[in-house]
């Protein structure tokens, strides 16, 4: 029952139509009582860190690819458009601490290897640092 100024006016069930909508950027799904939500929105900064990852996983790869022992510590030309550079400049630490890099320079690399980097192309020399190693 709902009090109007023309009366009282009677709601059954029938008259009423609950209706859920997801907002623009939010992946949802229920189940029962139960609600998931994805907030889908890419932003700068995990597009960022997204690329460098990226950049991460190629260079274990390569590193794979030239049987370099796990504590090998390597040097990287990296070959890639300057927005990408940009986009990678504060993950430089993480990217060389993950990879063991000993120096990561934004250079032409032109007998790289050539990867697809989230949609940037580019080129990747890496090279063992036997200097480093003769260091220990």
């Known amino acids: 029952e709902l009090q109007t100024s023309d009366g009282i006016l009677l709601i059954e069930k029938e008259d009423v139509v609950i ?61 890639i458009d300057e927005k990408a550079q940009k986009m990678l400049e504060r993950w430089l630490v993480y990217i060389s601490e993950e990879t063991l890099a000993t120096s990561l320079l934004f250079s032409q690399a032109p007998s790289g290897q050539e990867w697809d980097m989230n949609g940037f192309p580019a080129h990747i020399t890496i090279e063992k640092d036997t200097q480093f190693q003769a260091r220990k």
């Open 19 to 79: 209706e859920r909508k997801v907002k623009e950027g939010i992946l949802a799904q229920s189940d029962g009582l139960f609600t998931v939500a994805f907030d889908t929105i890419i932003t700068e900064e995990l597009s960022q860190e997204g690329l460098a990852r990226e950049v991460v996983n190629k260079l274990n790869t390569m590193r794979r690819e030239q049987d370099l022992d796990v504590s090998d510590r390597i040097r990287v030309l990296l070959d």
